[in-house]
């Protein structure tokens, strides 16, 4: 059976969908990098996953039934954003929140729910800075603390939205090989969205990549070439490998300058080419 199983899907906010059409089948242990420009449809297709979005058209089915806001079989890793450095909670507290019907305030855990806090706390091996309050902690610590309140309830399918945003290359390492030893342990399915093909292509087993809601899916080497990206971005694009790395240029300066992605610029990073 299909970890994700999606057929003939339109999703979007108006009158016009922004995914058209898309159809998707995913197997349990798969790492699938979601790529494409800002604004192609990579959010909504992950928020039609988290029960969040209605699709207009189409079938979606997530471990056999339809999306749900809350359900268990989904786990679900944010971008990184800081939190306060006086945020009085501690690591420990922030993953207890990911059980349900804990709330900030209401966190006396029970025996067995502490349990099952340690063991994802050792699973991304966050228990040495688990009880230090989660501001003083870094960037990659921080993720690693957000990742351990997704596996909690040892989702099915995991959704990562642009985990590695603001972390520097070692902790995007780190932080990918996080998720992917939870896919491989877990034998779940792993939906990673990213402008950085980079830090997760060894790990991928295929690429869904949009523009402007169309996509096309398949392995690294069948979606990363000149023709098939020219195809779907419907104008000339360069795949250059330098080499591990990948680099896609679009052949326009507007565009491309687009796909460099808009968080860069705010974290003094050199901005690079896309992908
Ligand atoms: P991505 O995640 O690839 O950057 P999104 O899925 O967030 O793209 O957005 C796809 C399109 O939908 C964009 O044109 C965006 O402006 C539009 N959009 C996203 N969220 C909303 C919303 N809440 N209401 C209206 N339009 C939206």
Redesign the pocket.
């Known amino acids: 059976m299909s970890s994700i199983e999606i057929l003939g899907l339109n999703a ?3 009158e016009r969908p ?2 058209q059409d898309l159809d998707l089948a995913t197997q349990p242990g798969e790492f699938i990098a979601v790529l ?12 039609v996953l988290l029960g969040l979005l209605k699709p207009m058209a189409g079938s979606v089915l997530v471990d056999g039934t339809s999306p749900k806001p809350r359900n268990r079989v989904v786990g679900y890793i944010p971008q990184h954003r800081g939190f306060d450095r006086d945020l009085p909670i501690r690591g420990r507290d922030l993953v207890t929140l990911g059980l349900n019907g804990h709330k900030l305030g209401l966190l006396r855990a029970s025996a067995s729910e502490r349990a099952l806090v340690d063991r994802a706390l050792d699973q991304v091996g966050a228990l040495e800075y688990a009880e230090a309050p989660v501001g003083m902690l870094s960037g990659g610590e921080q993720q690693r603390l957000r990742i351990a309140q997704a596996i909690l309830g040892e989702p099915s399918v995991l959704l990562c939205d642009e985990p590695l945003l603001a972390l520097d290359p070692g902790r995007q390492s780190e932080v990918t090989r996080v998720i992917d030893q939870y896919r491989r342990t877990h034998n779940a399915t792993v939906l990673f ?1 990213t402008h950085e093909i980079n830090p997760v292509l060894p790990y991928v087993d295929r690429i869904l990549y ?1 523009v402007e ?1 169309r996509s096309v899916i398949g392995t690294p080497r069948e979606v990363l070439t000149r023709e098939t990206l020219s195809d779907l971005y419907d104008s000339p694009v360069e795949v250059v490998r330098v080499g591990e790395r990948v680099i896609v240029l679009a052949g326009d300066e507007e565009s491309h300058s687009e796909l460099d992605g808009h968080h860069h610029h705010d974290h003094g990073e050199v901005p690079s080419p896309w992908i």
């Open positions: 979007g906010y108006g922004v995914l494409g420009p800002n604004g192609s449809g990579k959010t909504t297709l992950l928020k969205v949009f809601g």
